[in-house]
C-alpha cells in the first residue's frame, strides 16, 4: 500500500534534529516519501489525491527552504512577510494532514474498520490540538522569552515526539488493516 511510506514521511516532517545547523531529517525527503504514499493509495480517497497535490507544494516549498531565507533584518527584528510565510506554511500543513487523516479515516469507514476509522479521526484531532498548542505557546514564548522559553521549547519537544509516534502508528496500523483485505 501506500501508508508506510506516509508514516516515515512523518516522522521526517514533524521532527527536527539538527548537529551544527544541519537537518538529519530534511522535510523535503519526508514529503518525497508522502508523495510516494500517496500515489499508491490516491485511488482509494479523493482526500488521497488533494494531500497528494499539496505535497507536491510541500517539495517545491522544502527545496526553497533548503537555502535558507532569512526572514530577518540585520536586527534580527522578524519581517512581517516571514510570519506570514510561517503561518501560510502552517495552513497548508494543516490542510495535507487533515487530507490524509479523513481520507484514512473515512477508506477506514467505507471498508467496516470502525476502530481504525475513529483512531484516525482521533489522530488528526491531537495533530490540529497541538499545532493550535504551538501557536499559543509561541507568543507565550515572544511574550516572555527569558521566563518561559526553555521550559515551553522542551514541552512542545516531548509533545511533538509523542505525536509523531501515535500518527505513525495509526498509518502502519492501516497498511496492516486495508493490506490484509486487498488479499
Same mark, same amino acid.
Given at each position: 500500500?501506500?501508508?508506510?511510506?506516509?508514516?516515515?514521511?512523518?516522522?521526517?516532517?514533524?521532527?527536527?534534529?539538527?548537529?551544527?545547523?544541519?537537518?538529519?531529517?530534511?522535510?523535503?525527503?519526508?514529503?518525497?516519501?508522502?508523495?510516494?504514499?500517496?500515489?499508491?493509495?490516491?485511488?482509494?480517497?479523493?482526500?488521497? !489525491?488533494?494531500?497528494?497535490?499539496?505535497?507536491?507544494? @510541500?517539495? #517545491? =516549498?522544502?527545496? $526553497?527552504? &533548503?537555502?535558507? %531565507?532569512?526572514?530577518?533584518?540585520?536586527?534580527?527584528?522578524?519581517?512581517?512577510?516571514?510570519?506570514?510565510?510561517?503561518?501560510?506554511?502552517?495552513?497548508?500543513?494543516?490542510?495535507?494532514?487533515?487530507?490524509?487523516?479523513?481520507?484514512?479515516?473515512?477508506?477506514?469507514?467505507?471498508?467496516?474498520?470502525?476502530?481504525?476509522?475513529?483512531?484516525? !479521526?482521533?489522530?488528526?484531532?491531537?495533530?490540529?490540538? @497541538?499545532? #493550535? =498548542?504551538?501557536? $499559543?505557546? &509561541?507568543?507565550? %514564548?515572544?511574550?516572555?522569552?527569558?521566563?518561559?522559553?526553555?521550559?515551553?521549547?522542551?514541552?512542545?519537544?516531548?509533545?511533538?515526539?509523542?505525536?509523531?509516534?501515535?500518527?505513525?502508528?495509526?498509518?502502519?496500523?492501516?497498511?496492516?488493516?486495508?493490506?490484509?483485505?486487498?488479499?
Amino acid at each position: 500500500m501506500g501508508f508506510t511510506f506516509i508514516a516515515w514521511g512523518l516522522v521526517f516532517v514533524l521532527l527536527s534534529f539538527k548537529i551544527q545547523e544541519v537537518d538529519i531529517l530534511p522535510d523535503i525527503v519526508g514529503y518525497i516519501l508522502i508523495f510516494i504514499g500517496l500515489s499508491k493509495i490516491e485511488h482509494y480517497h479523493s482526500n488521497f !489525491r488533494k494531500a497528494k497535490m499539496l505535497s507536491v507544494v @510541500f517539495i #517545491v =516549498l522544502s527545496l $526553497i527552504g &533548503m537555502f535558507q %531565507i532569512r526572514w530577518t533584518n540585520p536586527d534580527g527584528v522578524f519581517i512581517a512577510g516571514g510570519v506570514l510565510l510561517g503561518l501560510v506554511f502552517l495552513m497548508l500543513q494543516l490542510c495535507l494532514f487533515y487530507f490524509i487523516f479523513i481520507g484514512m479515516e473515512e477508506g477506514s469507514r467505507n471498508r467496516g474498520l470502525i476502530e481504525l476509522s475513529t483512531l484516525a !479521526r482521533r489522530r488528526w484531532t491531537q495533530y490540529f490540538l @497541538f499545532t #493550535v =498548542l504551538i501557536f $499559543i505557546s &509561541m507568543l507565550i %514564548i515572544w511574550m516572555a522569552p527569558i521566563l518561559l522559553g526553555s521550559a515551553v521549547a522542551f514541552i512542545g519537544f516531548i509533545l511533538s515526539i509523542v505525536l509523531t509516534y501515535l500518527m505513525v502508528t495509526v498509518c502502519m496500523r492501516a497498511e496492516r488493516e486495508w493490506s490484509s483485505m486487498n488479499r
